[in-house]
């Protein structure tokens, strides 16, 4: 229940698309792909409303060489980047990879769940923090923010001319309403770049592919400063995987969707069952929760060694103040999250 992937088998169009293309020996380097924008112009217009300039979209390895890529091609040497924890782990180590030190503005923990602290990113960007690299939906409290909260993020980062890199990648796994940054108007457009892959929601991470995308000619500006090279260390079957998902993989989408919704009820029953100390909030996406174990007498290490229960440690999305979290990864079968629990429950 650690790593961000599921127990699932893939969509059956993906499969195919894979099989015909080791059957073909079509295992070359990658070349232009046009389809996998046409295909994500169509998902974003259909799921989220959202039109999307499919010539802004350029393709990357992965979400975190996309990231990395973008940072390297655009900070200067002293740079700080703005993060808002608890968050993915990889936003750590990407920054680490750069020598850029996070500049943390942590998430307001309110009565109606997790809130950008929109006053402590303007005061970050006012100490010249320009660049602010947010998670949405967010991992791992699963918070998927809404357009009053973006467009007031997107008009404080236009005012002090900030840059918001938007990691979109749980967006698919949204078990309400998803809204992209880049669709929240003007300010948006002119602050944002959205990064993102098929990779989370389809579950491809080990294919390699993911894309850059932006609204705006200044914005694309900064994005041709990326290495060229970027797109052809994509990989073809990453590549051509992305475009059947967005393309083709929407029964599949939806049918997953169902079945973590399922999985999120199941894990709240069960924990009220089984570990009624730990205190768990529904996510609006994803399949990962993030469970406050403070009233739990072990540690992830503990529940790791004693009930072989393997979760992320709380620490490792921004250090000591998460000491009493963890992070568990429901996309899997109800079989197991209950058994996962039982294990805990049975080393108390
Ligand atoms: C928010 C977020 N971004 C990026 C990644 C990693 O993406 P990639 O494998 O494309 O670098 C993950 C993986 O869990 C993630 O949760």
Redesign the pocket.
Known sequence: MHV?EMDFEIAEPIRARLAQMVAESDLGYLGPIPEVAEAFERFASTRWGWNIDPKQLKLAT????ATVEFLRANLKTGDRVVITSPV?S?FFEWLNELHIEPFDVPLNHTEHGWRLDLAGIEAAFAQAHLTLLL?NPH?PVGRAFDRTELTALAEIAARYGAVVIS?E??APLTYGEFTPYLSCGPNAEKTGVVIT?S??SWNL?GLKA?FLLTQNEKMAARVAKVAPATHWRTSILGAFSMAVAYSDGGDWLDATVSRLDENRMHLQVELARLLPQVRFELPEAGYLAWLDISDLPLSAQQILEDAKVALVPGPDMGGATYENWVRLNFGTGKAIITEGLERIAGVL
Request: aromatic fraction near 6%; glycine fraction near 12%.
């Open positions: 961000a992965d979400v975190g060489v993915y990889g998670c991992n990691d990648i749980h892959s990779s989370k991470a993911a």
